[in-house]
């Protein structure tokens, strides 16, 4: 018979396993804490059952506590687990010093997406590697991974409800993440989701309410008795042109004034926008000539960006060390061995990060 009792480190607190020894984590979350001292206050009581008086002890009570603090946890939806260390040990074998190994869900969950999407830097890295997440790789997630992925998605909705930042890039995550979604539940046979079929279902119906909710959106015109960008000058607005890097984005800005719109459909400014994506040798395989006999480099880069990848530009990105082996932001940091940590650095883009966790 196995032997119930307390851990003797510490009764009700999680522990964790590091490099330097076992640590004791905080708790999930302030209302789990203030839901443990009222538990707590009420260890000594009498609790009345029915019609007979049982008197519990301590350990009786302590245990239901903590009992109580983890159903709560569970039910809580938009509850996610606090980690202190914002980044993640890459390791895809067992060693003796590690069992198991590091899944794409551990780091989805591990690396604080929830609070990067409020970086306007990083915002655009981590709705494009939602996507890559949608188109291939999301039944690989765990449970409590694509929990996580639906509330850091919703944040999303919400944000570009709310600041009508980039909607455009939302559309497109949510048109790939219902496509898979279909085709999953419809061969729900032979998929491996991972929950009820009515949960998916329900979040398939989410996913087209808020496409839904996007296609209604309404751009607020802001009213400014100050300087707009139709006041600068023509050099300054071309220069504001030429440091875009996707050709939607140009056609958008085309779309506000005449004038902008005469810079956007400047030849020069789609050639330098085709040799910064593709190689000569891409280009010169699919030459659109104008009516003119000249290469319509507008077409071109439309042309070529069915057939090639375009290169990806963000803010902020993940970073890898290749010393530890550790993956995290770059900003927050880690506990890095070698004598100069920077040069053991490495920009991570959404692509490779699912490429690390494929095994």
Known sequence: MPFLGQDWRSPGWRWVKTEDGWKRCEPFSPAL???????????????????????????DCEFAAKK?????????????????????????E???????????????NR???????????????????LQLIAKSQLTSLSGAAQKNYFNILDKIVR?????????????????????????????VGKSVLV?????????????????????????????????????????MLNNILYRFSDGWDIITLGQVTPTLYMLSEDRQLWKKLCQYHFAEKQFC????????????????????????????????????????SILFWKDTGHPCTASDPNTCLMPVSPQHFIDLFKF
Request: neutral net charge; charged residues 25%; contains cysteine.
């Open 195 to 235: 929950g009820n079929i009515n949960i998916w279902i329900c979040r398939l119906e989410t996913i087209l309410l808020w496409q839904q909710q996007l296609k209604n959106l309404q751009m607020n015109k802001q009213v400014n008795n100050g300087l707009t960008l139709s006041d600068l000058p023509l050099h």
């Open 111 to 129: 690396l604080d997406f929830s609070s990067a999407i409020q970086d306007i830097r990083r915002f655009n890295y981590v709705v494009k590697l």
């Open 68 to 92: 109580r603090k983890k159903d709560h946890f569970r039910s809580n939806t938009d509850s996610q687990c606090f980690y202190r260390e914002k980044w993640i040990y890459v390791h895809k």
């Open 285 to 324: 395989r699919h030459l659109i000539p104008s009516e003119k006999g000249h290469i319509d480099w507008k077409l071109m880069y439309f042309a070529l960006q069915k057939y090639y990848p375009i290169k990806e530009q963000y803010g902020d990105t993940l970073h890898f060390c290749r010393h530890c």
């Open 159 to 187: 944000k570009v409800m709310e600041d009508q930042y980039n909607p455009r890039l939302i559309k497109d995550l949510l048109q790939d993440l219902s496509s898979t979604l279909c085709i999953l539940i419809r061969g």
């Open 94 to 108: 067992s060693t003796r010093e590690r069992h198991g190994y590091c899944t794409l869900g551990e780091a989805f």
């Open 33 to 59: 804490e203030d839901g443990s001292n009222q538990l707590n206050d009420i260890s000594h009581t009498v609790i009345l059952t029915g019609d007979e008086e049982e008197i519990y002890s301590t350990e």
